[in-house]
C-alpha cells in the first residue's frame, strides 16, 4: 500500500507541535486522488480543495485531520485503500474519479462521501438522481455526452480534415465511454466518424495511435480517465509522431504540450467540493445535497504543438481560446 500521507493545511497550524496538533484534532476528512503523488496536476488539484476547505474555517491538526491517499488509477490499490479508510471511519471522504467512488459505494452505505470528478453517476447506480442523491454519496461530474460532441467539433474546427475520430480510453476502468460512444454515433457529428480506442496496457498507445493514423483524416479525442491522464506523454509523443490532431479535456496538459484542450475548470470543482464537506461536518445529510455538473468551461491551444502537427490555429480559434500556448 502507498504510504499515507498527512498534509498540512496552510496557516498556523504548522506552529503546534504535532502532538498537540493531533489532541485538538476533532473531525476526520479522507482525501482518496485518482493519480500518482508524483503528478503534478494531481497535485494542484488537491492544493485547491485543500486552500476552498481552509477559507471555511478548517486546519489540519487544529480542528480537523486530513488523510491524503494516492491512488494511481490502479484497481488493486484503490481496492486496498478504500478498505483501509472505511475501516478507520472517518467523517467524510472525498473520491476522486469514478473507480475510486465506484469502490466506495460498495465498501460503505453510512460514511460520508463526496465524489469529484466522476462521469455518469445516475447511470452508474452511485446515486439515485443529481436533484436527490438519497445517501451517503454526492458530488460533482465531469464530462457528458455533450461535452465529448464539442471536444469533437473543437477538433475539426482545428483539423478541417478530420474524419475519424478515436474515443481513446481504457474500458476496465471507464466501461461507460461505450455508452458516450454509442450515443456519439447516432449524432449528426457528420463527415466526422467515431470510433472506440481501447487502452489498456501504456504498450497498447502506440498501436491505438498507429491504428487510428492508418486512414487519412484520423484523430484522437480522450475523454477523462486516470490511465490516459497518468500516460499522457506517451500519448503525446505517439500523436505527434504519427502526425495526429487529438484533444484532451484538462487544460494544464496543455502547457505540458498538449495540443488542445476543451473541458470544465477542475480547480474550481475541486474548491466547489470542499464546500460540500464543509456542509457535511456541520450536519448536512449527503443525500440532501444535489450532485453538480461543472459551472465553468475552457478552450486551451497550444500554438507550436499544432505547428509541429503541421496545422495552423484558425484566428477564430485563437480569439475564442481561454489560453493559448505560443
Same mark, same amino acid.
Do not use: C
Given at each position: 500500500?502507498?504510504?499515507?500521507?498527512?498534509?498540512? +493545511?496552510?496557516?498556523?497550524?504548522?506552529?503546534?507541535?504535532?502532538?498537540?496538533?493531533?489532541?485538538?484534532?476533532?473531525?476526520?476528512?479522507?482525501? &482518496?486522488?485518482?493519480?500518482? *503523488?508524483?503528478?503534478?496536476?494531481?497535485?494542484?488539484?488537491?492544493?485547491?480543495? &485543500?486552500?476552498?476547505?481552509? /477559507?471555511?474555517?478548517?486546519?489540519?491538526? %487544529?480542528?480537523? /485531520?486530513?488523510?491524503?491517499?494516492?491512488?494511481?488509477?490502479?484497481?488493486?490499490? #484503490?481496492?486496498?485503500?478504500?478498505?483501509?479508510?472505511?475501516?478507520?471511519?472517518?467523517?467524510? #471522504?472525498?473520491?476522486?474519479?469514478?473507480?475510486?467512488?465506484?469502490?466506495?459505494?460498495?465498501?460503505?452505505?453510512?460514511?460520508?462521501?463526496?465524489?469529484?470528478?466522476?462521469?455518469?453517476?445516475?447511470? /452508474?447506480?452511485?446515486?439515485?438522481?443529481?436533484?436527490?442523491? %438519497?445517501?451517503? @454519496?454526492?458530488?460533482?461530474?465531469?464530462?457528458?455526452?455533450? &461535452?465529448?460532441?464539442?471536444?469533437?467539433?473543437?477538433?475539426?474546427?482545428?483539423?478541417?480534415?478530420?474524419?475519424?475520430? %478515436? +474515443?481513446?480510453?481504457?474500458?476496465?476502468?471507464?466501461?461507460?465511454?461505450?455508452?458516450? =460512444?454509442?450515443? =456519439?454515433?447516432?449524432?449528426?457529428?457528420?463527415?466526422?466518424?467515431?470510433?472506440?480506442?481501447?487502452?489498456?496496457?501504456?504498450?497498447?498507445?502506440?498501436?491505438?495511435?498507429?491504428? +487510428?493514423?492508418? /486512414?487519412?483524416?484520423?484523430? @484522437?479525442? &480522450?475523454?477523462?480517465?486516470?490511465?490516459?491522464?497518468?500516460?499522457?506523454?506517451?500519448?503525446?509523443?505517439?500523436? *505527434?509522431?504519427?502526425?495526429?490532431?487529438? #484533444?484532451?479535456?484538462?487544460?494544464?496538459?496543455?502547457?505540458?504540450?498538449?495540443?488542445?484542450?476543451?473541458?470544465?475548470?477542475?480547480?474550481? @470543482?475541486?474548491?466547489?467540493?470542499?464546500?460540500?464537506?464543509?456542509?457535511?461536518?456541520?450536519?448536512?445529510?449527503?443525500?440532501?445535497?444535489?450532485?453538480?455538473?461543472?459551472?465553468?468551461?475552457?478552450?486551451?491551444?497550444?500554438?507550436?504543438?499544432?505547428?509541429?502537427?503541421? =496545422?495552423?490555429?484558425?484566428?477564430? +480559434?485563437?480569439?475564442?481560446?481561454? *489560453?493559448? #500556448? *505560443?
Amino acid at each position: 500500500m502507498r504510504r499515507r500521507q498527512f498534509i498540512a +493545511l496552510i496557516g498556523g497550524a504548522a506552529a503546534v507541535p504535532l502532538a498537540a496538533r493531533a489532541q485538538q484534532a476533532t473531525r476526520r476528512v479522507a482525501v &482518496l486522488m485518482a493519480t500518482a *503523488e508524483t503528478d503534478p496536476e494531481g497535485r494542484a488539484r488537491l492544493n485547491a480543495f &485543500l486552500e476552498a476547505f481552509q /477559507q471555511r474555517g478548517w486546519t489540519h491538526g %487544529g480542528n480537523v /485531520q486530513v488523510d491524503i491517499r494516492w491512488t494511481g488509477g490502479n484497481p488493486d490499490e #484503490i481496492r486496498e485503500i478504500v478498505a483501509d479508510v472505511v475501516a478507520r471511519k472517518p467523517d467524510a #471522504i472525498v473520491a476522486n474519479s469514478t473507480p475510486v467512488v465506484a469502490e466506495l459505494s460498495r465498501a460503505t452505505a453510512t460514511t460520508p462521501v463526496v465524489f469529484v470528478l466522476v462521469n455518469a453517476p445516475v447511470a /452508474q447506480g452511485i446515486i439515485a438522481s443529481l436533484a436527490r442523491p %438519497g445517501a451517503n @454519496i454526492t458530488g460533482f461530474t465531469l464530462v457528458d455526452v455533450a &461535452l465529448v460532441a464539442k471536444s469533437i467539433e473543437m477538433l475539426k474546427f482545428m483539423a478541417p480534415a478530420l474524419t475519424r475520430v %478515436g +474515443l481513446m480510453f481504457n474500458p476496465d476502468s471507464y466501461s461507460y465511454y461505450d455508452v458516450y =460512444l454509442q450515443a =456519439l454515433q447516432a449524432t449528426q457529428l457528420k463527415p466526422v466518424d467515431v470510433v472506440r480506442s481501447a487502452v489498456r496496457t501504456p504498450a497498447d498507445i502506440d498501436a491505438a495511435v498507429a491504428a +487510428l493514423a492508418a /486512414q487519412p483524416g484520423g484523430g @484522437i479525442v &480522450l475523454p477523462p480517465d486516470p490511465f490516459t491522464a497518468a500516460n499522457r506523454a506517451a500519448i503525446r509523443a505517439a500523436a *505527434e509522431r504519427h502526425r495526429m490532431p487529438y #484533444i484532451f479535456t484538462s487544460r494544464p496538459f496543455v502547457k505540458e504540450g498538449a495540443l488542445m484542450s476543451y473541458g470544465p475548470d477542475i480547480p474550481d @470543482i475541486f474548491r466547489r467540493a470542499a464546500d460540500y464537506v464543509d456542509r457535511i461536518l456541520k450536519g448536512a445529510y449527503p443525500g440532501n445535497l444535489p450532485a453538480q455538473a461543472p459551472a465553468k468551461f475552457e478552450l486551451a491551444v497550444n500554438v507550436k504543438t499544432a505547428k509541429a502537427l503541421g =496545422l495552423t490555429v484558425p484566428p477564430a +480559434l485563437l480569439a475564442t481560446a481561454d *489560453e493559448v #500556448i *505560443e
